[in-house]
């Protein structure tokens, strides 16, 4: 064990090359295409780690491209899964202070998207695998890392995954938090197809239900001058211009995870505000602003609670605006442990208008497994050892994969009041964090397939 501790030190440069070079995919959810469901670049992405890991000597399978898997073989029948992603939310450029696909190294940090969700920790668990199997480890569990491709879309490739392989006898995630997450919020994300705009008018923002939106943009016909006033616009913070002969209305705010919607500054609530009161008859916009604007569900009627997890969040993530002008809220709510999605939906249709249609989309049961399972605290005795603490397993709202199967829970990679950057512009990690992490992953590794 030792042996490999200094094997896993001593190969850090080597982690954070091959680091930079996974984050250089730009492995956002593309067009699909025979072997690349999720686009050409996470088809590259997937490719690179997995001849990365048959370089390391561990056996690598490609399955249909929706994921990859890597295993370490041990001596009995029993598997240690350690499930992660490789595709990422997109990033807008010119919101970056570096390049989000450059990996670029300042201040102590290696910047670029997916750096902590999920690139860096995956990597980080697949060099402690090296060690170890360079060290002449001999486990008596097989550890199989999987690595996912749509995890931020909808989670389509475990589900094709765990169609062609076998669940592992136990698991754990290292895409959320230190120390130990054993209780994850349900998730429902939905449409809310609402009614029609007043005339002319279009509202646009976000790209993915689960980020907090950083821009909003309405354009509407040059009578809306009429009815809103430049200094009311100017307190909200909203923009006004004129372009092409229209009126254009735009607001910034500041991009977050949709788990944490307080984080972030939603930058369609000052539109939608500024709108309702322009237009205080329109039936869309006095739900939309009114309703479905707040980050705990209380003034949509769905505010929920309990012991083991806490509270609803509620995010707004993408507003459009069909040709006829039809207006569709995408939001993402996190629910406690307590509610499973049935109940969330009946809530939902009971305090929306008849008149608007909520369209499920992806939806997960929440998680839960005691804090007295030996995963769990197996997984704990390693984090309070490494670190010196006595922590104890938390909830979040963010889903991770762990969901996905029997037996498995969510660890690092985010260190205790760390600076969240997941999802964000100039996403980071921390060098010295990486380190720690991987030290830690190794000493997991070794503990359960032991």
Known sequence: MKNAKLILEKDFDN?????????????????SAEGAPFGAEVKACLDYVLKTASEFGLVATNVDGYAGQVDFTGTGDEVLGILGHLDVVPAIDSEWKYPPYGGVIDDGKLWGRGAMDDKGPMIACLFAIKALREAGFVPSKTIRMIFGCDEESGMECVEHYFQKMPYPTISFSPDGDFPVINREKGIYQFDVVCGKLPEGMSVV??????????ACVATADMDVLDVISKERADELGVAVKIVDGKVELSATGKAAHGSTPDEGINATHPILKLLSEAYPDNETLAFVSSKIVGTDGANWGIALSDEPSGKLTCNLGVLSTSEDGVLTATVDIRFPVSYNCDYMHDLLVKNT?????????HVSEPLFVPSNS????????????????????????????SRCLPNCV????????EEQTIHMPNECIILENLKMMSQIYLEAIYELAK
């Open 205 to 214: 923002a976000g790209t993915r239900a689960n980020v907090v939106p950083s």
């Open 410 to 417: 969510a660890f690092g990679p985010l260190f205790p009041k």
């Open 374 to 401: 030996k995963l769990v605290t197996s997984l704990m005795s390693v984090y309070n050892k490494a670190m010196n603490l006595n922590s104890e397993p938390i909830a979040i709202g963010g889903g991770t994969y």
């Open 353 to 361: 208008p008849a008149a608007f249609s909520v369209v499920p989309g």
């Open 15 to 31: 982690m954070i090359s091959v680091l930079q070079k996974v984050i250089s995919f730009r492995s956002e959810k593309g067009e």
